[in-house]
Structures are given as structure tokens and as C-alpha cells.
């Protein structure tokens, strides 16, 4: 069973920056695209970011571009999402995913096959 950690999550100010981890195992990292996607109570979880397999192609969230930057290691088979300017907006709970079809690029949940259990990201203003 593939398994997704997600690290990093804590409470920041207006403005401030976090940087969220997640660490796979059981799965080759060269057979998932890997992505973040954030949940508020109530409501659907929301794309963020994706990265490919090779980490030669991203795409994000419209909310996002310009102050999230999303990354992987494949040799360590771990990935990050860097959150630069960050407002109360985006408090959630993040969680990492993958998409085992590497050839795709997916920016639905229903894409994505596995998660993280997440991590929260707090914004107070």
C-alpha cells in the first residue's frame, strides 16, 4: 500500500511562509506525478499543485501562482510545497497525493489514488 506523510503544517502569520513535506513510500517515484490539495470543513478539496514524475513540469491552483512553488527529490522520493505570502485564505488542511498515471496532468482529487492523512495550515491576519 502506498503511503504519503505530510509534515510541515503549523500556524503563521499574514505574510509569512511555510514549507510543507511529503514523504512516499512504497511506490517507485518515477511512476507518479505527485500533488497538494487543501480542504476547508465543508467543502471539496481543492488543487493546488502538481509536479510530474521527472519534476520537469508543474502546474497550480489559480489562487496559488506566484507565491506557492511545489518541488520533489526522486532519488528520496520526496516532495514540497513552498508557501511564500501566505493569507488567512489559505488555511486548510493540506494533503499530498499521487497519480499513478504519470502521463497525465491531473488537477482533480479524483484523479489521485492516494493520499496523506494531511497536515494543517493555519494564517491568522
Known amino acids: 500500500q502506498v503511503q504519503l506523510v505530510e509534515s510541515g503544517g503549523g500556524l503563521v502569520q499574514s505574510g509569512g511562509s511555510l514549507r510543507l513535506s511529503c514523504a512516499a513510500s512504497?511506490?517507485?517515484?518515477?511512476?507518479?506525478?505527485m500533488g497538494w490539495f487543501r480542504q476547508v470543513p465543508g467543502k471539496e478539496r481543492v488543487f493546488v499543485a502538481a509536479?510530474?514524475?521527472?519534476?520537469?513540469?508543474?502546474w497550480y491552483g489559480d489562487s496559488v501562482k506566484g507565491r506557492f512553488t511545489i518541488g520533489r527529490d526522486i532519488t528520496k522520493n520526496t516532495g514540497y510545497l513552498q508557501m511564500n505570502s501566505l493569507e488567512p485564505e489559505d488555511t486548510a488542511v493540506y494533503y499530498c497525493?499521487?497519480?499513478?498515471?504519470?502521463?497525465?496532468?491531473?488537477?482533480?482529487?479524483?484523479?489521485?489514488?492516494?493520499w496523506g492523512r494531511g497536515t494543517q495550515v493555519t494564517v491568522s491576519s
Open positions: 497525493a499521487a497519480d499513478i498515471h504519470p502521463w497525465r496532468e491531473g488537477s482533480t482529487a479524483s484523479d489521485y489514488a492516494y
Open positions: 512504497l511506490v517507485n517515484a518515477r511512476t507518479y506525478t
Open positions: 509536479i510530474s514524475w521527472n519534476g520537469g513540469s508543474t
